[in-house]
């Protein structure tokens, strides 16, 4: 069964410091996605990507977040300066869409990311 | 928020037992969703239910949802100890792609 991949697992990076989140979505997929999970609190939407470019963001994805699909397979999350509370799991999505809006998002398995 | 709570936030039953969680929210929506996630792990698709249906099953889940009291409930029938694992819906609103979350409810089935 196709999956979504997502690397690494686990990051441990210092404050400050620039961290890139890597995805490889399912390759029919058209909708891109990245949801994060603080520990113990409920999944947040932070973006979504269709079409090479952000269909929608939320507030939390501010100036320090940006995605990025430099090829055909991979879709990025970077965050340019972390902070303490950027500390969750970081989950990317895929979706094939749909002008019905059944939008069903397979997941990846997540990045924990831990920041010092 | 567009999301309201679920609840229970946590469930404890036996195996065998039915669990049961609800789930509200507060806009107009194309479709509800189930996910289920697992310690540690990522979400997965359980089951949709679209706005013009009530109820829907598959295997031993079934979902019901009321439009006019915008809530929508789980039924894990028959429950397993493998069932144990964390419960989320998600709304797709009715003009849009985005999935937005609840808070998910803690499912702990005991052998």
């Known amino acids: 069964e196709p999956e979504v991949t997502q690397t690494p697992s686990h990051q441990v990076t210092q404050m400050g410091q620039e961290v890139i989140l890597r995805c490889v979505p399912i390759?029919?997929?058209?909708?891109f996605y990245w949801y994060r999970q603080i520990l113990g609190q409920k999944v947040e939407f932070l973006v979504s990507?269709?079409?090479?470019?952000?269909?929608?963001k939320s507030e939390i994805f501010d100036d320090q977040f940006s995605v990025e699909r430099p090829d055909g397979s991979n879709f990025t999350l970077k965050i340019r300066s972390t902070k303490l509370e950027d500390s969750a799991m970081y989950f990317c999505?895929?979706?094939?869409?749909?002008?019905?809006?059944?939008?069903?998002?397979?997941f990846g398995a997540g990045s924990r990311l831990t920041v010092l | 928020s567009q999301q309201g709570e679920e609840d229970p936030q946590a469930l404890s039953i036996q195996e065998g037992e039915n669990a049961t969680m609800n789930c509200s929210y507060k806009?107009?929506?194309?479709?509800l969703q189930w996910y289920r996630q697992n310690s540690g792990r990522g979400l997965v698709h359980l089951i949709l239910i679209r706005s013009n249906e009530r109820e829907k099953h598959s295997g031993r889940l079934r979902v019901t949802l009321d439009t006019s009291k915008k809530s929508s409930s789980l039924l894990i029938t028959a429950s397993r100890a493998a069932d144990t694992a964390s419960y989320f819906c998600a709304i797709i609103k009715a003009a849009g792609n985005k999935l937005t979350f609840g808070g998910g409810t803690r499912v702990l089935v005991k052998p």
């Open positions: 990507f269709y079409n090479n470019e952000i269909s929608e």
């Open positions: 999505a895929s979706s094939v869409g749909g002008s019905s809006g059944a939008n069903v998002l397979t």
């Open positions: 390759s029919n997929h058209l909708y």
């Open positions: 806009t107009s929506i194309n479709n």
